[in-house]
């Protein structure tokens, strides 16, 4: 490969770390080993003139002018960058005119989750390194304001404690909006495609996307229109096999992910740090009640994050990696464990959009901080 092309691939480097969940670069290169994955440097060109905030056809055409395409042409080339995954695309109807708009992706939740039916072991074997040994330490933590945060898994927070609305699952589903989709879990496929068969369930159609998400996903192929009933049952069949419901860290998510231990590239980059439950945005910690606890390991099984130890025959619970999930209280044959709400409730962004702008105000923010130190 050219040095032009090399420097092509870098140019979009820098330019997807500029959104709000940026694109670091690593010592080794595979960043830009993803890229080439993903992006012909045709379309390399193209997506450097888009910004995080979807702008008109139009006014994208007005940007690459010196490119030689025809309007028609550009807006082929976008919906053929949208459709393989690279790029966002939205359509607002104004009048009886539909006028699309089109938008960078990050890499996670995005062009990552978008080659799904596009997947191959190379692919997931990179993206995976890099997502677990550089984006979490060096991007996602890094504002203080995750993507994704953690819901308990239905029934058992106890009723005598409130529970906000965008904690409760049912109260998520039944006002999520429509339509509502399920897609395979990537993290899951993946893995099965590289011989690390998931240890914790068979489940792989078990990520859900809603409203606008949703049609996206849908319009791809890359999943299907379910009914809330739909919705319940897989959900139940999670909880079951004690995996850890993520929807996006909003109080009206797009997505709601359920994760393991072994797959997920959230949960098995996050393992990796010693107080991970600071990195994670939830209300609720788990707490054993000594006296009743029988010592019988299941809580220690069932835990996706190593947060439970059976020490002198009790379950001990590392608060500093224990997330709320609620994973190990419904099989505790003694009822022992149980979750507990934390002093301090951490209210979500309104809505997926508020939630960027809150992580791009804080990066900003640790930016200026750091310079006035030095």
């Avoid at 890229?35 to 055409?61: G, R, W």
């Avoid at 496929?189 to 998931?198: M, Q, S, Y």
């Avoid at 006296?291 to 619970?317: S, T, W």
Wanted: hydrophobic letters at 35%.
């Amino acid at each position: 490969m050219t040095q032009e092309r090399v420097d092509l691939y870098r140019e979009l480097q820098k330019h997807l770390d500029k959104m709000p969940v940026g694109y670091p670069a690593t010592k080794s290169g595979i960043e830009i080993k993803i890229l080439k994955h993903l992006f012909t440097p045709e379309q390399v060109k193209i997506a450097l003139k888009l910004n995080f905030m979807a702008d008109p056809l139009k006014k994208i055409y007005r940007r690459l002018k010196k490119s030689g395409f025809s309007l028609e042409e550009l807006e082929s080339k976008l919906d053929d960058m949208y459709f393989k995954g690279l790029i966002n695309r939205g359509v607002v109807k104004e009048g009886e005119t539909d006028i699309k708009y089109y938008g960078s992706a990050p890499l996670v939740v995005g062009m990552y989750e978008y080659q799904l039916n596009r997947l191959t072991p190379e692919f997931f074997k990179d993206a995976h390194e890099y997502i677990k040994n550089t984006f979490f330490n060096e991007e996602y933590n890094s504002s203080g304001i995750p993507q994704l945060r953690v819901i308990p898994i239905d029934q058992t927070v106890n009723f005598e404690q409130s529970i906000a609305q965008y904690d409760d699952l049912k109260a998520v589903i039944e006002n999520i909006g429509e339509p509502i989709a399920v897609m395979e879990c990537i993290c899951r496929k993946g893995a099965d495609l590289i011989g690390e068969t998931c240890t914790k369930t068979e489940l792989r159609e078990s990520c859900f996307s809603f409203r606008t998400a949703a049609r996206c996903f849908i319009e791809k192929g890359l999943a299907r229109e379910i009914t809330k009933e739909e919705a319940f049952k897989i959900l139940e069949k999670a909880e079951e096999d004690g995996l850890v419901l993520q929807p996006g860290n909003s109080q009206r998510p797009m997505n709601i992910c359920t994760c393991c231990g072994c797959c997920c590239g959230v949960l098995t980059a996050q393992k990796q740090l010693p107080e991970l439950s600071h990195f994670f945005a939830t209300n609720y910690y788990a707490e054993v009640d000594p006296d009743l606890c029988v010592g019988c390991g299941i809580c220690e099984d069932r835990c996706n994050l190593d947060a439970i130890n059976i020490e002198d025959n009790i379950a001990q619970v590392d608060k500093g990696r224990c997330i709320g999930c609620g994973v190990c209280v419904p099989t505790c044959t003694s009822e022992a464990m149980k979750l507990f709400k934390k002093d301090v409730e951490t209210l979500p962004p309104k809505n997926t959009l508020a939630t960027y702008m809150t992580i791009m105000d804080k990066k900003a923010e640790l930016a200026r901080a750091e310079k006035t130190q030095i």
